[in-house]
């Protein structure tokens, strides 16, 4: 195998012509197709999730993998649950559908488990409040939780925050290893 | 409304209904497959772990529980070429051992088929759709003919972890692959870019769409997509099947009537609508319809190494192959077989993404390893034997569809055999690679993959729903395909035996189309 012949690289040129945009993800916005991201700072309002939900949302993806926010987690999840067949990690857990129902409780149970605890909403935590409790989240049901089991919303929200973060081409490019893509996404899934 | 009727229709799009439908069509058979998911092409199989998830059931939803519950998401498929389109290809022969559990070793069950029954088939499969790898190699190999195809390539991470296994005194091979190493039948070779998962536009995996799918439209055979299929359609007494119910993109609900009916849906549908199709279940005489819910065992073996070990290239299903305990011996302690899937090509995100491989870590901690494994993490796969459990089970829910009917509901958990197989397995991974230099070794917590089961073959009707050739018992003209008919699971990864024995089927039901 010669991985980096011409011959290869020939090849992965013609497949992806099968495709013609950046390896991205999307978000639909009065802009258009965008990434989470621009979606984000252009300050696209969230379609499912409330302005809480998305706030607490983007707070606890910055405590899973710092810059989730800024990667448009919120964004993306939000627009993903408006698709019948959501893109999200959720969908291999097998948990039941409607996917909304996953996040709003479990972000509701994450705010009643913060005001309970600090009086304050989980976004306006310091960060080691933060980081507190979502350990214990990612370990068991802390007391009075309800909606999906504590770890499995803590580990399908990581995984969302990795999507967002590395899931793409630039982050394959942060990681410094090569995408190779052979088909690259030209539109919203 | 009500379709013209066709000799046969074959339900669901994947391994095995697309070759049944590529041999029956070529036999002059009018065929009609219903695909419960979209029509897609080569040109969506898009190089993204998250577009890839597309490629996942999305279909009415099992309810999944018991002490192991089977996974229904990751493995099932949604859409043209089922879970085909989506698996690694990785393709074994079961061992004739796998076929005789219950009379050789006294648990589990007897196939009514033989390892040497099902010998051609396998052959003749293996030529039709090419697999690199080699024989001699693969000491553990049952008889058969040589690989059409030399093996793939060995890269860095399996050189790494192969050191290991030469320090225990262990052997590997090449991992038999339904991949090609070398252009064959028209499809180029494999350029190693670890997409695998995500499906492979480059035609150098076999998928449905690469080989029988094509080969079936070309001979006639009509595909009808999101045509989810409710019921198997039968005369008064329930020993003929007149054809299926289904329900088109449109909601309609739809007779297609069909001299044959072949359900190849899946392990979680394909009972699912037998059960579904009269009361106390078709082809159901015995009580087996949605018993025997099987899967293997899994884990994965991780390691930081010196090297860098360019995980990104490669396979998914891995590059070499060590079936140094796959021998069933009591004297073990467990009755299982087992094997190694070894150097895995890795992505940073998804469910069996180098992020997953440290779901404990978070924050910063999470960036830096994510950095360090990108570039340093090997891994390899257990794929463990599960013997069957009557008791593991898929029964209808309370819960219904959107069309009205009931769901499936299943319960898992796996015997003390397969659990003391599966521990036995991940000491062995770790001492491999601590002895091939990895720095920190660690293991994935206990999992399972490849369903199998619900719908056995068996030689006797009181036992079992199908015999040997898929047949349903008391039901002479309705076929099942799949991992459904699996009465054992072996500790091999089933889709080359899914497809030998559809071609077994479909040879089966040519030769005796009259008299069925």
């Known amino acids: 195998m010669s991985d980096s012949s011409n011959t290869d690289q020939q090849r992965r040129e013609a497949l992806a012509k099968m495709g013609t945009g950046l390896v991205a993800i999307s978000v639909s916005t009065a802009w258009g197709q965008v990434s989470p991201q621009k979606a984000r700072a252009s300050g696209a309002v969230l379609k499912r999730l409330t302005t809480l939900e998305g706030k607490n949302l983007e707070a606890l993806g910055d405590v899973l993998l710092p810059g989730a926010a800024r990667a448009g987690i919120a964004h993306f999840v939000d627009d993903q649950l408006g698709s019948p067949t959501p893109l999200l990690m959720l969908r291999y857990v097998d948990y039941p559908v409607p996917f909304l129902d996953f996040y709003r409780q479990g972000l509701g149970s994450l705010e009643n488990l913060s005001r309970t605890r600090h009086a304050k909403s989980f976004s306006a935590l310091s960060l080691e409040q933060k980081v507190e409790i979502v350990r214990e989240v990612s370990r068991e049901n802390p007391s009075g939780w309800s909606g999906p089991p504590a770890p499995l919303f803590y580990f399908v929200t990581r995984g969302d925050a990795v999507d967002v973060c590395y899931g793409t081409q630039e982050g394959f490019k942060r990681l410094n290893i090569p995408y190779l893509g052979h088909i690259l996404p030209t539109k919203k899934w | ?516």
């Open chain 2, 1 to 516: 409304m009500a379709n013209t009727k066709v000799d046969a229709v074959i339900v669901g799009s994947g391994s095995a209904g697309s070759l049944l439908a590529a041999k029956l069509s070529q036999a002059g058979k009018k065929v009609l497959v219903l695909e419960a998911g979209p029509k897609r092409g080569m040109a969506d199989l898009v190089s993204s772990q998250i577009w890839a998830r597309r490629l996942k059931w999305a279909g009415p939803a099992t309810e999944t529980g018991g002490k192991d519950p089977l996974s229904i998401g990751f493995g099932s498929g949604w859409g043209t070429g089922g879970a085909g389109m989506h698996h690694y290809a990785c393709w074994f022969r079961l061992h004739p051992e796998d076929f005789e559990m219950k009379s050789r070793f006294g648990k589990g069950l007897d196939w009514p088929i033989s390892y040497d029954d099902l010998r051609p088939a396998y052959d003749q499969v293996q030529k039709e759709v090419g697999i690199s790898g080699d024989a001699d190699k693969e000491v553990w190999r049952p008889k058969g003919d040589a690989y059409p195809m030399p093996p793939l390539s060995m890269l860095k991470q399996g050189r790494l972890i192969a050191r290991g296994f030469e320090k225990l005194g262990l052997r590997t091979a090449p991992l038999p692959m339904a991949i090609n190493s070398v252009e064959y039948n028209g499809r180029p070779a494999c350029i190693y870019d670890g997409w695998c998962d995500a499906g492979c536009p480059t035609k150098a995996l076999a998928n449905p769409l690469t080989v029988y799918l094509p080969q079936a439209i070309q001979a006639g055979a009509t595909v009808v997509h999101q045509g989810a299929v409710t019921r198997v359609l039968t005369n008064a007494e329930g020993t003929r099947a007149t054809g299926v119910e289904y329900f088109n993109a449109l909601g309609q609900r739809v007779v297609q009537e069909a001299d044959v009916v072949v359900l190849a849906a899946y392990t979680f549908e394909t009972p699912r609508i037998l059960l579904n199709s009269r009361p106390g279940g078709l082809a159901n005489s015995s009580g087996m319809v949605g018993r025997y819910m099987m899967a293997h065992t899994t884990s994965n073996v991780y390691g930081l190494f010196d090297e860098e070990t360019q995980n990104y290239l490669g396979l998914t299903g891995g590059q070499l192959v060590s079936q140094d305990s796959y021998a069933k011996d009591p004297q073990k302690g467990y009755l299982g077989s087992s094997q190694w899937l070894i150097a895995n090509a890795m992505k940073p995100n998804d469910l069996l993404g180098i992020s997953n491989t440290r779901p404990d870590l978070f924050g910063e901690p999470l960036h830096a390893f994510l950095r360090d494994a990108s570039a340093n993490l090997g891994t390899m796969t257990f794929v463990g034997e599960a013997l069957p459990d009557a008791d593991n089970r898929l029964v209808l829910s309370e819960k219904k569809d959107r069309h009205g009917f009931p769901l499936a509901q299943v319960t898992h958990q796996f015997g003390p055999d397969a659990i003391k197989c599966w521990e036995a397995g991940l000491k062995q991974g770790k001492a491999i690679f601590e002895a091939a230099g990895a720095k920190q070794v660690w293991t994935g917590g206990r999992a399972q993959m490849h369903t199998m089961g619900g719908a056995i073959m068996g030689r006797s009707a009181e036992t079992s729903v199908a015999n040997g050739y898929g047949q349903a018992h008391g039901v002479g003209n309705l076929f099942l395909a799949g991992s459904s008919l699996f009465p054992t699971s072996g500790g091999v990864n089933p889709t080359f035996t899914v497809t030998a024995l559809a071609a077994r089927s479909a040879r089966f039901l040519v030769d005796n189309w009259k008299s069925l």
